[in-house]
């Protein structure tokens, strides 16, 4: 039986409709990937090869905040606490990063590239049946591909410099691959609302992740790793 925690409802009021329960699951989701996010770009920077390098990350780390903020406000709007809307997520994303720790700066690129881009490719599927304001507020956080296009460049320059470190980054991505499946099948039975919505839509499990896999499968040949 899990031990999750789940969402605390306002005193008085019921457990929210599926459809409700699955918007703050979801924000609450996205609202600690953000500030996760931050954490870990700002780390990231400090394994910058170069001061340029080191000041475009912590750009990007501080814009992570202000979605951190958008998610949190919404929240609040809806009467959750978004502390309580986050906790659920802790451990499984804490996990995550715990086992795919970078070791080197473009380790860390790689994380960013591949697993932000799993991660914003599941949300987007979840998302994509929800209601305005949820789904544009969440579909316009995830549409900010900064981050993505910088880790990208890196990458391919980085490759082309020397081709040798593809096979590295690429043995490391596949682990990344795994440790992100696994703890998004951790996620999705613990928090069955997400797959519900996937429902609406016609949609299983098992079809998500084909999808993820062909577009990770893309975003990998897009810039010289080996899937």
Do not use: C
């Not at 997520?89 to 720790?101: I, K, L, M, P």
């Not at 040798?164 to 990344?176: D, G, H, P």
């Not at 999705?188 to 519900?196: D, I, K, N, Q």
């Amino acid at each position: 039986m899990s031990d999750v925690t789940p969402p605390v409802q306002p005193a008085g009021e019921s457990s929210p409709e599926p459809a409700a329960e699955a918007v703050v699951d979801l924000l609450g989701m996205l609202a600690y990937g953000e500030l996760v996010a931050f954490d870990r770009m700002a780390a990231d920077a400090r394994l910058a090869p170069d001061l340029r390098r080191r000041a475009v990350l912590s750009e990007m780390a501080a814009r992570e905040i202000t979605n951190f903020r958008r998610m949190a406000d919404r929240l609040g709007e809806l009467g959750i606490d978004p502390e309580a809307a986050m906790r659920p997520y802790v451990r499984a994303v804490s996990d995550y990063h715990e086992q795919t720790e970078p070791n080197d700066w473009l380790e860390g690129l790689t994380k960013a590239y591949v697993g932000d881009g799993i991660a914003d490719d599941f949300t987007r599927e979840v998302a994509s049946v929800l209601t305005a304001p949820d789904r544009d507020l969440i579909l316009d956080v995830l549409h900010d591909s900064r981050h993505a296009d910088f880790a990208a460049d890196e990458l391919r320059a980085a490759i082309a410099i020397d081709p040798k470190v593809a096979n590295r980054l690429s043995m490391w991505a596949r682990r990344l691959v795994g440790e992100g499946i696994s703890q998004a099948l951790r996620v999705a039975g613990e928090r069955p609302s997400l797959t519900a919505l996937l429902a609406i839509n016609g949609t299983d499990f098992q079809a998500l992740l084909k999808r993820l896999t062909s577009a990770h499968t893309a975003r990998m040949g897009a810039v010289g790793l080996n899937n």
